[in-house]
């Protein structure tokens, strides 16, 4: 019954028999203690049992890998018991009979098991017990024709093997155990289940460790969610705390790195500051002589820089960004250090640098080879931004590649919660391919695949619509384009992602102006500037952005006046940033090209000049000589000063 509610994931059941399975594992492990210190021989343990075609399949395909199971398990030290256990094979249900033959090293520190016969009711089977969790390596898995069943030969393995991430915690009360029992189904995925987990123990447990744990780990749920609010209010509980915290903090930064997990929220909300102060905390509680020191540091680093590039620091970011690199190393070898590469990398990808970007995922994608099964769901993640790495280096026979590699992953009933993300990835390149269908196709698969009842449902809804309408512009199917990105922005102003709906009417404006339909062009970017203003206020450099954006347009329909008035706008927001950002920059640059060429279209050559001058000396300062931002930067102010006679001045440039 009990292992039924492990198998099941019964969480009510699991629930009831805490203080039993508490009881067991604690036993188990007194007499794996007794009899270490009595001494005992290695040897094999075997247990049988019937497995499902699938299964089978999984574990021929995992020889070398890790394998652990739910609840306790239990085996014989005797071969024909446990072959009595197994079951007989059905092609009807397609399930054959299977023997585990499992071996113990004696001179490995592992997981606790205990020889259990002289308490059981049948002693003759020779049982062996071993606890929750238990860890062993596939080494070989064959069909034995004499006996009709598949043999698999595993072994327990060492903890130094598992290394940091096998769970070796004091057991300090009953609800501290069930909180890493939480823990377990978060990163199993099972979110909405740790939830109605960790918010039971919170009304039955009056420890405070427990409980902080809890809010913790809520808080995390919540944010992943979505669910600001709610993710708020959990750190509000949290931190009523502060003085227990603040005393026992190396504990908590060990069990769930308490700040990192703020992080996300403070700054969904706009607190830069927040963030960085306790990231700053959590930086001076490290405990350099950690084996893991270098790892957990990489994290609160990553974290801080993150909140710096969010903040418009990039110089600040660049620095921490730095620091990580020279940190991050080949002792960095589990699924955790496989995702800090990861981050590594997109943060690369983020501010443009691609090589470092295929470095950095080709050390997550060495790592996760070794430590998970080639068809593990961590590999679709990799392998999709892999994809679009080769993607925004123009390498897009290699981005299909791994998006095809991607595909064949999540293509399967357990992991289709990600299919729809390499459906839009896919589509997106067959775009940039210009093979249009294939790419209306993949958008079409990826909406029918939306389950309505996601938290992010409408989010998501509203990226396929942004897509959908990308695809729609590029075949000129204007009416269509208009329709679809209307409905995204519908979404994303009604979801309060008003920043990402400034993005669809910028892009509904751009078209328009192309196209020459400037009394459209100019509606769609007096809306992306509102949306603008509500997403990150006055002074912002995304703001200015708009302003200078909206100015272009009045300038293009034709009204130079328009368009001067909101260049001064754009203008002084710029100048009174109080931290200048390389976005910011890279703007204000832009800026002064506009209104050089407003002056110059005006023949006001020396001022068209003068702009130029200036939006020249920011570019030659941020960008290699052969960016073709820089070089429009010359070809206009080249103009200018053919304009103005100085043809030596032209052709020097």
Known sequence: MLNQAFRDENLDNIFIYRSFIRDLSDQIDILHMEQRESGFDSCTVYRGTCLAYDDIAVLKSNKGKLISFNGFLSTSVYAEVAELFKQPSNDQEQMESVLF??????????????????????????????????IFRINQIKYDESKKLWHVHCALCAKSEVGHHFMDVERKTEAYNFFYFGYLLVMAGETDRAEKFYLKILREEVDITVKALCYCRLARIYSDKGEWTRSIDMYKKLFQHSSYLSKNYGEFSKLINIDKRIVRVVVEIGEYDLALQLLTQELSL????????????????FNIATVYKLRGDDERAREYFKQIEELSDDSFTGPEEAALHNNIALMAMDRGDVDVALRYFRKAATILRETLPSMHEEFVTLYNNIGFAFTKQGNLDSALEYFNMALKIADSPSKSKYLMNVYLHLGYVHSLRGDFDVTETFYEKALLLLPEKLPEYRSSLAGIYTNTGTVLAEREKLDAFEMVFTK?????????????????????????????????????????????????????????????????????????????????????????????????????????????????????CALGCEYYMKSLKIREHLLSEKHPDLIKTYVLLGRSYFRLGELDLATNL
């Open 488 to 604: 995204a922005s519908e979404i994303y102003s009604q979801n309060m992602s008003s920043r990402m709906a400034a993005i669809c009417f910028e892009h509904m404006a751009d078209l328009y102006a192309k196209k020459h339909l400037f009394a459209k062009a100019l509606i769609f970017s007096t809306r992306a500037l509102e949306m603008q203003m509500q997403g990150y206020g006055e002074n912002h450099h995304s703001t200015a952005t708009a302003y200078r954006q909206l100015a272009d347009m009045y300038y293009m329909s034709g009204d130079e006046n328009r368009a001067s008035e909101f260049h001064k706008k754009s203008l002084s927001i710029l100048e009174n940033i109080t931290v200048s950002s390389e976005a910011s920059e890279i703007e204000r640059a832009t800026l002064y090209e506009s209104m050089g060429t407003v002056h110059l279209d005006r023949a006001e």
């Open 286 to 301: 490290l405990d350099d002589t950690d084996p893991n020191h270098s790892y957990h540091l990489a994290i609160v680093l």
């Open 101 to 134: 033959e499992y071996y113990i090293d004696a001179n490995l520190e592992t997981s606790s098991f205990a020889y259990v016969a002289f308490l059981s009711a049948s002693p003759d089977e020779g049982e062996v017990l071993f606890n929750i969790g238990t």
